[in-house]
């Protein structure tokens, strides 16, 4: 019966711990989470207690080293969200090492052939259902009888103040499992909603109260033309004197959607790696002269405003934290996949497996 078992879930790939904080936030018990990066440890322990930190290299770890992490009785979640870099849009130059990256997907279906979890749950870019690792991954479940259903989602369309596309697949050795229709009668999450309660600071400065709010500096040409942006436009808005050669140049202007600024009442434009860099995106804070904030990233990616990323912010690194909060699963999109599994499970009969 899964009423009177424990429900225990594993976070492969955990990073600084998203998904694991949202599935949390859903009453969901996650037992660990398992990452190749030790700079992930400090976050994940310290927002996630008593969720443990394992570093570990999925393609290595041994399936019987997963297994024992549940208890013998549980109701076993196997959740992973393998890097998305080989399969985003913005990075298809990197397809030379996407066969290695592919391998972590064929990974993670082999130890769920080894595990055999009751409910697994996989995030990724949407581009990845167009990618035969991705068939094999439905078709080997289905074989192992999962239920599966996946689809994309939108994360402004279920409540996040982002436009953040996403591939998530939930399988079920217990039954069909549904995903939540969006509800259009709520109106959407905006900027604003997310940061607008934030201290003003300057390019290159940091707020008094967080050390996380903080932002890049900005070079004298930078500075000049941002005061040129308008909110939601590009440097098409820019005087010609201030356009970069790039920009004059045909090739050039395919790419409207760097040098923009956020605008106060829509979701902000999809939180990448470099979202703290005005020239990497649409990126500039919707009204002061800058580039948003670590905090205010992580904060669109609707991580608490309490969530500690390092011990001492003094030694923050922007590369770093950008890399972890941009690839993150947005908390409250874990909530909403949490929520998902325990409306499933609530719904499942007592049998006895
Ligand atoms: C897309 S991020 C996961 C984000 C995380 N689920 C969250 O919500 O914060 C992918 C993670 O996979 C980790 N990773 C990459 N290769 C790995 C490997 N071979 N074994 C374990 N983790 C790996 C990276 O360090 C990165 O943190």
């Known amino acids: 019966m899964t009423q009177s078992r424990p429900t225990q879930v594993v976070d492969l790939f955990c990073g600084v ?131 599966v259903s996946f689809r994309v989602m939108n994360c402004a369309d279920y409540g996040m103040p982002q436009e953040r596309e996403r591939l998530v697949l939930l399988a079920s050795r217990l039954g069909p499992i549904a995903f939540p229709e969006p509800d259009p009668k709520v109106s959407k999450k905006t900027v604003r909603d997310a940061i607008g309660h934030l201290a003003s600071i300057r390019a290159g400065g940091v707020a008094k109260n967080d050390g996380l709010h903080k932002s890049c500096k900005l070079s004298e040409l930078n500075a000049v033309r941002i005061r040129k942006s308008k909110p939601g436009g590009t440097w098409r808005d820019w005087p010609v004197e201030l356009r970069a050669q790039c920009h004059m140049r045909k090739s050039g202007q395919t790419y409207p959607s760097v040098y923009g600024r956020m605008q106060w009442d829509k979701p902000s434009p999809t939180i990448t790696t470099q979202y703290f860099g005005y020239g990497n995106g649409r990126f500039g804070h919707p009204q002061q002269h800058r580039a948003i904030s670590i905090r205010e990233g992580a904060l669109l990616q609707t991580f608490p405003e309490s969530y500690r990323f390092v011990q001492d912010p003094a030694d923050m690194k922007y590369a770093t934290l950008g890399r972890l909060i941009g690839n993150a699963v947005p908390v409250d999109l874990g909530k909403v996949i949490g929520t998902t599994i325990q409306a499933h499970l609530g719904q499942i009969k007592p049998h006895s497996k």
């Not at 660990?32 to 207690?49: K, P, Q, S, V």
């Not at 992973?80 to 990075?91: E, L, M, N, R, V």
């Not at 052939?113 to 990724?124: A, G, R």
Request: glycine share 6%.
């Open 17 to 147: 711990g998203g998904l694991t904080r949202g599935l949390l936030d859903a009453g969901l018990n996650v037992v660990a989470g398992l990452d190749l990066d030790l700079n992930c440890r400090y976050a994940y322990e310290t927002n996630n207690a008593p969720s443990r930190f394992i570093h570990a290299d999925v393609n290595l770890i041994h399936a019987d080293s997963i297994s024992s992490l549940y208890a013998e009785d549980a109701v076993k979640i196997l959740v992973g969200c393998a890097p998305c870099q080989p399969f985003s849009k913005y990075t298809k130059k990197s397809s030379k090492t996407a066969d290695a990256q592919w391998a972590l997907v064929s990974s993670f279906r082999k130890l769920i052939q080894q595990i055999k979890p009751d409910v697994v749950s996989m995030e990724n870019v949407p581009e990845l259902i167009h990618h035969g690792v991705f068939s094999q991954f439905v078709r080997s479940l289905k074989r192992l009888n999962y239920e």
